[in-house]
């Protein structure tokens, strides 16, 4: 975890600064106390010793990465197995061509032919040449986002639905999966978990935390992962993203590519990319205000609402996380009602998808399983006395 707060090599007090000067003009001059010129002297000499102590400190909590940012932190990448910060990544997508009727001959779709959604928001370009054969109407091909970044992750299926540069006998377009993959520069506190999660990487017997780093690795949108082994030589990794969702085909594509690469995977392991189970739950709450307080009931509500908000958020963002409707009364008191009642959820365990050596396991609770709310009601049930 990095850590916000700057250490302290040398004293950068003023007031304790003030005091070893004052010492040393005693010292060096007999006089008690500095006046006229000698005192300005001190003031500038207390001054330039602050700001020094200040640089001191500064330079050399640059040199710890738990501390460090920008092209520092990048810097001291040399000192662990990730070395340098990811670069930004751009979304893929499946999309389906279709023409008119079957023809006679085999019909080409040029690489490069860009695809985008009824908005013409975000534009997808082909990969590679795409051939619908002889008497065939349609054919996928991978497409890749033409903006770097994750503002092309997500189109759900169908969206991206109209072809830029139309070809003979052309029909329609569409796309056959959610687009994902794209991914931002990781920020400092991201790229130091990465940096400090790669010494696994250093392991050649397949570890969970290898593989954890090396998933992790393949994108910045994923969160969380789990890594098993429900039989011997089979490796099992789910990837959970940030926005809660389970890894989409392009995510899981990028994943089995880096974990299973020679370089990474151990030579008796099959690894394979799977989905998490979804459990679905529901919010149905009545909260009540406190008659008394310096906020609006305008101003509650709200803060009730984004409280909930927060609370399925946090309830999605990791894999076998319990559903825990106390994390959610929490929230809510905190968030400034005086009390509330709770419908829905219900406690609920959730499978983590752990698998220890001495673990007897049934068919199916290898898979973990995450949290996904469906429906929020929430009901203001008025103000109250303390």
């Given at each position: 975890m990095r850590s916000e707060e700057m250490h302290l090599f040398v004293s950068a007090d003023a007031e304790e600064v003030d005091a070893d000067i004052a010492s040393i003009y005693n010292d060096v001059?007999?006089?008690?106390?500095?006046?006229?010129?000698?005192?300005m002297f001190c003031q500038i000499l207390s001054r330039l010793v602050l700001y020094c102590a200040q640089n001191t400190n500064f330079a050399a909590n640059q040199n710890l990465p738990s501390r460090a940012s920008g092209t520092d932190l990048d810097t001291l990448g040399e000192l662990f197995y990730q070395m340098e910060r990811p670069e930004a990544t751009y979304a893929g997508v499946m999309i389906e061509f279709e023409i008119s009727e079957a023809?006679?001959?085999?019909?080409?779709v040029?690489?490069?032919?860009?695809?985008?959604?009824?908005?013409?928001?975000?534009?997808?370009?082909t990969d590679e040449d795409l051939t619908?054969?002889?008497?065939?109407?349609?054919?996928?091909?991978?497409?890749?986002?033409?903006?770097?970044?994750?503002?092309?992750?997500?189109?759900?299926?169908?969206?991206?639905?109209?072809?830029?540069?139309p070809?003979?006998?052309?029909?329609?377009?569409?796309?056959?999966?959610?687009?994902?993959g794209g991914g931002d520069v990781p920020d400092d506190d991201e790229f130091y978990e990465l940096m400090v999660q790669s010494m696994d990487g250093y392991s050649s017997g397949g570890s969970e935390g290898a593989y954890i780093y090396f998933a992790k690795r393949a994108g910045e949108t994923i969160a969380d992962v789990v890594v098993n082994s429900p039989a011997d030589g089979e490796v099992k990794i789910y990837c959970l993203l940030d926005n809660g969702n389970i890894a989409g085909a392009e995510e899981k594509a990028l994943v089995l590519a880096e974990c299973n690469s020679e370089e990474n995977r151990p030579l008796t392991d099959k690894v394979s990319v799977c989905d998490a189970d979804v459990v679905t739950y529901t919010i149905n709450m009545t909260y009540y205000l406190?008659?008394?307080?310096?906020?609006?009931?305008?101003?509650?509500?709200?803060?009730?609402?984004?409280?909930?908000?927060?609370?399925?958020?946090?309830?999605?963002?990791?894999?076998?996380?319990?559903?825990?409707?106390?994390?959610?009364?929490?929230?809510?008191?905190?968030?400034?009602?005086?009390?509330?009642?709770?419908?829905?959820?219900?406690?609920?365990?959730?499978q983590d998808g752990v698998i220890t050596a001495d673990t007897d396991i049934e068919e199916g609770e290898d898979v973990p399983q995450v949290a996904k709310c469906t429906s929020i009601t929430l009901t203001y049930g008025g103000v109250e006395n303390e």
């Open positions: 001059t007999g006089k008690t106390k500095a006046t006229g010129v000698d005192l023809q006679a001959a085999d019909v080409v040029p690489a490069g032919t860009r695809v985008t959604d009824t908005d013409s928001t975000i534009f997808f370009v619908i054969a002889a008497g065939d109407t349609t054919g996928e091909v991978h497409a890749t986002c033409m903006t770097i970044g994750l503002s092309g992750n997500g189109y759900g299926v169908g969206e991206l639905c109209l072809c830029v540069d070809f003979p006998y052309y029909s329609s377009c569409s796309n056959t999966d959610v687009s994902g406190p008659a008394r307080s310096t906020s609006s009931i305008d101003d509650l509500k709200s803060a009730v609402q984004a409280a909930v908000n927060a609370y399925v958020s946090w309830q999605c963002a990791k894999l076998g996380r319990d559903i825990v409707p106390d994390e959610l009364i929490r929230r809510v008191i905190d968030a400034g009602a005086k009390r509330c009642t709770i419908t829905t959820p219900v406690y609920t365990v959730l």
